[in-house]
Each structure stands twice: as structure tokens, then as C-alpha cells.
């Protein structure tokens, strides 16, 4: 009976392990599922939007097939939209529960802006615009897990038609929860049919021993001698060495074969009893419902200044003005012209700080789907010493890179309530009544009073108590003024007034109703001959010289500093005062006065 219920015992566990690796096999369905996307025409754009890469679950295998080069990137779809307004492309989306492609022709009153990229050719490596950009030769295959309302471009080179050949793959999810328990319990009757079945055999061997009243014993042979002289006995091993031997050779296979079963139960061949984790809730910031996207994330804005770091960088090192234009823009990009001609001039003077890049400290993003577009960021110090840069980079329209137009060293440590970068903030009008005062008045107001000090009608809404700036004009003009009175005192004038750059104002919104607002404010000492007969000289001022292109003048000279700074600007209902945050100051020109 032993020998039946192994035999039960071993016909059940194949039958369990059949069918649990057959679960696995044989009877599972397609890993993966693929849509392939036809291509109509010669366009050199394809837009594959994200519906159409949402039309499964999980991430997105994307695998495409040229002639030549292959171009990918993926970003916003209103952005890449906007972006292929100049070009004529292919637009893939869903239309009545099927994927359709169409030609798109390019937008005769693009751009609107009226941009000098006009003219540019419209090239998709580079953009400001991706999130993330792949390139390759041939094909190009990439896995993304892009959300909804993203949207990837397809191109070959921007001129050639885009690649024809377009496939996008999603996993399946086929799991198989009752094979890990049927190849389990099958390998369970496994060993306990083993059990069975030794334990059988050794109860038929038993079986077969003497017997109190059994039939009489066979007749004893003699023994050997001759072989017993040589020390050799030939005998039969005992029953408990052969059984102990098949055992051994028995239950290594068992457990060889048990473990090589188990090896190809992955988590999703077992049921999952466990609920579901549920994340524990956050604080947050709700964006309001008709707020706008915010015009970077949080990579996009590292890479962006990235870009322009090294590019500058590449300015500075060739004192190329044109090549740094492509990064900068106003107050930013006149002290870096000056810089080139003083150093072209004079071998000892020094070029501007690099630009900071890498990690950001803090980003302030513009919630705006349209252009212009600002992001304030904040960039760890680059020595030991070093203070913060705070930045302000403007994009024009969708066609242009983004440039710097703002760069200041942070000089306050305050606390400001800003929206985190996923929401953005919103741009402040320049005339917007709700600040303290509106941005449009703020570097008028502050260079009056750095003109006029104490004595200025503004100088009561600004915290002088935290302005490193003030402190540092002050010290700045005695010095100099002290310097000319030296040597000019007895046939010259210095004086000294402020005005308001021809940069325009930016302003970005904090969580608490106020705004940080970033200025120029021109600095200006005007060196003037007391006398007709009196000239003043500059030739001991290789750095007013060169600028100037005169070394005296009977007129006298005005020398122009550019200040490019950060203020945070409270609510017109709040007590605080406009409070600096930051600032940079480097010269300008010089030139006669007249």
C-alpha cells in the first residue's frame, strides 16, 4: 500500500509542477504589446502626441528606423507645437479610438514675436525647449515614461524627411499568481513520495528477515582458507549500508532539482496578500485651477544654465562679444563687452567670474505657457568664500535659447515664501499696483536715493539696515573722491548721481502676495574742469583711457558703473520694507562729457 500512495504521491506532483511551469510557458500571454506609426509624406517633423503614447499603461519603448541621422526629443506638447509653428510636419494622434497621422503645414504668421530667429534655421538639436534629447545614426531606440501632456518630436536632420519607420512598445503585465504555489506544493508531494516510497522499501526488506519459526537455515558453507590466508573475505554488504547509500543518492536530486524550479518564481508567480503600501500625505502647494505650467523643471533649468556657462565661457576665452550675445542680454552683456575691450587693451586686467552651473539651490519658475518667459535660480558659491548667484534667465520666444540677463552675488540671508518649482510663480506687470511700489519705479526710486541718501522721498521704503549695496557705493565714492581731490581738487569737480538702467524690470510673485524684482541702476561720476583753461586728464587711468579713446579732455569725463540688482518688494498692505537681496556692479563706458 506504501508503494500505491508514493506512486499517487509522485503522479500529483508532476501534475502540480507541469502545471505551474506550464503557467509560466506555455500558457503565458505576450510580454509586450507594439503600435506601429505610419508616416505620410516627406515632412521633415514628426509629433507623436501623448495620447497616443498613453494608449497603454507603463513606460514607453521607443524604436526608430532612417536613412541617416535620427533625432528624438520629448517636452511639453503645447512647447514642441509652438516650437514646429515654423515648419511643416506630420502630427500623430488619436482619432475615433485609432492612431491617425496628418500633415501639419507651417504657420504662415510664425513667429509672432517678431524674433530675429526668423531668419535661423530651424534645427532641433539644442532647443532650450526638451526635457530631454537622443540622437544616433540609423535607428535610435529609447525607453521613456512620459506623462500626459508630453510629446515626442521625430526628425532626421530638420531638413530631410523624418524617419518613416516608428514604433512605440509597452510591457505587459502577466502575472501568474498560482504558479509559485502549485510548483511549491507539487515539489512538497515530491519529497513526501520519496518518504513513501523508502519508507516502502525498507519495510519490504524487513519483511523478508529471519523469523522465530521460519524454515531452517541453509547449511553453512566452509570457508575459504587459501583466501583467508591472503587476508581476503568476500561477503555481502549489510542492509543498512545499501539503504543508506540510495537515500543519500535520492534526496541530493530532490533538492537539486526543487531549487532549480524555484529559481524562475519571480514576485509576479505569487499571490499578493500584502495591501498595497499607501504613501502618507505631504505638505504641498495647489496651483490654482487657471494658474499656468510652470516654463522649466527643475533638470531643464540645470541644463539651461549649463548651456550658457560653457558658452560664455567659450565668449570669454576668445573675447568674442557676438559669441556671448547668444547667451546674454542687457546689463549682463554690456559689462562682458566692456570687459573684452579692457582686456584687449590691457594685458593685466582681469576677466568676469565664470558663470555658476551645476546644481541650483533654488529655481523660480515663470508659470506661463506663452513667451517671453522668465526663471529665477540660485547657484551654490563656487569657493569657500564665494557668496550665492542669483540669476534671472529670459526666453523670447520659443525659437530663441534662453539668456541671462540678471547676474548678482546674494548679500542678505532672507526667508522668502516662494512656490516650489513644480508651480511656478507669476510674473508681476511692470506697472502692478498691488507691491509697495510697482517695478517699472524701482530703480528710479532707488537710484534717487542712493543720490540723495537720508534726504530722498523714497529712501523710508527701503531697509538700509540689510544693504550691503548702499554700504558699499558710499565707501566707494569717498575713495574715489578722496583719490581725485589728491591730485584735480584745485582745477577739477567730482560729483556723483544714479539713474535707472535701460534694462527692463522683472518680477516674479511670492507665496506671500510680494514679489522679487530685479533692476538696473546706472552709477555715474562725472569729472568736470573748473575753469576754461583746466583739462582733465585720464592718463593715469589706463582702464578710463581705453574706454574713453582720449586721455584728456577739456570738457571733463563721465564714467558709467551698471548695478544689476535683486530687491524683494512687499505687498503695498504689508509694513516691511523693500529689502535688497543681491547685487552685482562692473563699468560700463566712459566717455567725454559733453
Not at 508616416?39 to 513606460?59: F, K, N
Not at 531668419?119 to 540622437?135: C, K, Y
Not at 513644480?422 to 542712493?450: Q, R, T
Request: net charge negative.
Amino acid at each position: 500500500m506504501r508503494f500505491v500512495w508514493a506512486v499517487a504521491a509522485f503522479v500529483l506532483a508532476a501534475l502540480l509542477i507541469g502545471a505551474g511551469i506550464a503557467q509560466r510557458t506555455v500558457f503565458e500571454g505576450p510580454t509586450t504589446v507594439s503600435q506601429a506609426i505610419d508616416v505620410e509624406g516627406d515632412a521633415p517633423y514628426l509629433l507623436v502626441e501623448g495620447d497616443v503614447l498613453g494608449i497603454h499603461p507603463g513606460a514607453q519603448t521607443v524604436h526608430i528606423e532612417g536613412t541617416g541621422p535620427v533625432f528624438a526629443a520629448y517636452g511639453r506638447t503645447s512647447d514642441v507645437v509652438a516650437w514646429l509653428a515654423r515648419s511643416e510636419y506630420v502630427d500623430v494622434s488619436i482619432a475615433d479610438g485609432a492612431v491617425t497621422s496628418s500633415v501639419v503645414a507651417a504657420s504662415a504668421d510664425a513667429p509672432s514675436s517678431g524674433s530675429p530667429a526668423t531668419a535661423a534655421a530651424l534645427t532641433p538639436q539644442g532647443s532650450d525647449l526638451w526635457l530631454d534629447e537622443f540622437d544616433g545614426s540609423g535607428t535610435l531606440d529609447e525607453t521613456l515614461q512620459l506623462p500626459a501632456g508630453m510629446s515626442l518630436l521625430v526628425a532626421s536632420d530638420g531638413v530631410a524627411a523624418a524617419p518613416s519607420t516608428v514604433t512605440v512598445t509597452w510591457p505587459i503585465q502577466n502575472s501568474t499568481p498560482w504558479a509559485g504555489p502549485l510548483i511549491l506544493l507539487g515539489c512538497v508531494l515530491l519529497v513526501a513520495g520519496l518518504v513513501l516510497y523508502l519508507l516502502a522499501v525498507r519495510h519490504v526488506r524487513r519483511s523478508r528477515g529471519p523469523r522465530r519459526k521460519g524454515l531452517p537455515l541453509p547449511v553453512t558453507e566452509p570457508i575459504d582458507v587459501a583466501s583467508a590466508e591472503k587476508g581476503v573475505i568476500s561477503t555481502t554488504p549489510t542492509r543498512r549500508r545499501l539503504t543508506g547509500g540510495k537515500r543519500a543518492f535520492v534526496a541530493v536530486p530532490a533538492v537539486a532539482v526543487s531549487a532549480l524550479l524555484f529559481t524562475g518564481c519571480t514576485a509576479d508567480a505569487w499571490p499578493q496578500l500584502a495591501p498595497s503600501a499607501t504613501p502618507s500625505p505631504s505638505a504641498t502647494v495647489v496651483a490654482p485651477k487657471d494658474q499656468e505650467s510652470p516654463v522649466v523643471t527643475e533638470a531643464q533649468a540645470e541644463r539651461i544654465i549649463g548651456r550658457i556657462a560653457d558658452e560664455v565661457a567659450k565668449a570669454d576665452e576668445a573675447r568674442d562679444a557676438t559669441a556671448a550675445a547668444q547667451r546674454l542680454d542687457g546689463t549682463a552683456l554690456a559689462a562682458r563687452e566692456t570687459n573684452y575691450t579692457l582686456r584687449a587693451a590691457i594685458p593685466e586686467q582681469q576677466a568676469l567670474p565664470a558663470i555658476p552651473s551645476g546644481t541650483l539651490q533654488v529655481i523660480l519658475p515663470e508659470a506661463n505657457d506663452e513667451w517671453p518667459r522668465t526663471f529665477f535660480a540660485v547657484a551654490a558659491p563656487t569657493g569657500s568664500d564665494g557668496a550665492s548667484t542669483v540669476m534671472s534667465i529670459t526666453q523670447q520666444d520659443a525659437w530663441s535659447p534662453y539668456k541671462l540677463t540678471y547676474l548678482a552675488g546674494l548679500t542678505s540671508d532672507a526667508d522668502l515664501n516662494l512656490a516650489p518649482a513644480y508651480v511656478g510663480a507669476i510674473a508681476i506687470p511692470e506697472d502692478s499696483p498691488f507691491l509697495a511700489i510697482a517695478p517699472e519705479n524701482l530703480a528710479s526710486a532707488y537710484a534717487d536715493v542712493l543720490t540723495k541718501g537720508d534726504g530722498s522721498e523714497f529712501s523710508a521704503l527701503f531697509d538700509s539696515a540689510d544693504d550691503a549695496f548702499r554700504t558699499q557705493v558710499d565707501k566707494s565714492r569717498a575713495d574715489r573722491l578722496a583719490a581725485f581731490n589728491a591730485t584735480g581738487a584745485q582745477t577739477g569737480t567730482m560729483t556723483f548721481s544714479a539713474q535707472a538702467g535701460t534694462t527692463a524690470p522683472v518680477a516674479l510673485a511670492t507665496l506671500d502676495s510680494g514679489a522679487i524684482v530685479a533692476v538696473t541702476v546706472d552709477d555715474l561720476d562725472t569729472v568736470a574742469p573748473t575753469n576754461a583753461d583746466a583739462v582733465i586728464k585720464v592718463d593715469q587711468s589706463p582702464m578710463l583711457k581705453t574706454l574713453a579713446g582720449v586721455d584728456q579732455s577739456s570738457t571733463g569725463f563721465v564714467t558709467t558703473y551698471g548695478n544689476q540688482l535683486f530687491f524683494f518688494v512687499p505687498s503695498q498692505s504689508s509694513k516691511e520694507r523693500i529689502q535688497l537681496l543681491g547685487y552685482s556692479s562692473n563699468i560700463l563706458s566712459a566717455k567725454v562729457a559733453g
